[in-house]
């Protein structure tokens, strides 16, 4: 069975920043040796019991929320545990785990109100992220989340994976730079 400080280990690694956001298929299978049973047993839910501590709270973030995007890279199933990484992220902003670690460790913490397609969501997200001063791109990736939410009330860049009708103006979006993430 994986551990909080395994996974914490892997993905807060020296070097493993230049490749979180990278995408590439060797990174995707990494992810899913080391993490991919965990991230099953994350959605299953029996890892609940990590939402006792900071670090408990974030490696569960992580396992439903990152891990899978790894996994499932352009498959729906990569959104499955979205509303579970919220839920967690919720509680534990309240309990004020967030202020227990450093600013990476937020952000991850943070990153699945930037993958709602709420905007209640976005907009705290972009609070919370503004207090990360370690990386201030961070902040401006949370206001262009904020900004699709609120142009279009979802990420147009989900709608094929997701079986959704894209509307014109989210075609036509979807054809600039940057549209997607």
């Not at 569960?60 to 899978?68: K, S």
């Not at 976005?122 to 206001?143: F, G, I, S, V």
């Not at 262009?144 to 709608?159: K, L, S, V």
Request: charged share 30%; net charge negative.
């Amino acid at each position: 069975m994986t551990s909080i400080s395994d996974v914490l280990g892997f993905w807060f690694a020296p070097g493993m920043a230049a490749r979180w956001f990278a995408g590439t298929p060797a990174f995707d299978a990494e992810v899913k040796a080391r993490l991919g049973r965990a991230a099953e047993a994350a959605a299953r839910g029996e890892l609940d019991v990590w939402t006792d501590t900071p670090e408990g709270s974030l490696a569960l973030v992580l396992l439903l929320d990152q891990v899978p995007r790894h996994l499932y890279r352009g498959d729906a199933r990569a959104f499955d545990g979205d509303a579970a990484a919220r839920a967690v992220t919720r509680r534990a902003i309240e309990a004020g785990f967030d202020r227990e670690l450093d600013q990476a460790q937020r952000l991850f913490l943070y990153l699945p109100l930037e993958h709602s397609e709420a905007l209640a969501d976005q907009e705290d997200c972009c609070r919370l992220m503004e207090e990360l001063t370690d990386n201030p791109e961070w902040a401006d990736y949370a206001r262009q989340h904020r900004d699709i939410i609120a142009r279009f009330g979802r990420f147009p860049h989900r709608n094929t994976i997701l079986d959704r009708e894209s509307t014109a103006e989210e075609r036509d979006f979807l054809k600039e730079p940057g549209s997607s993430f």
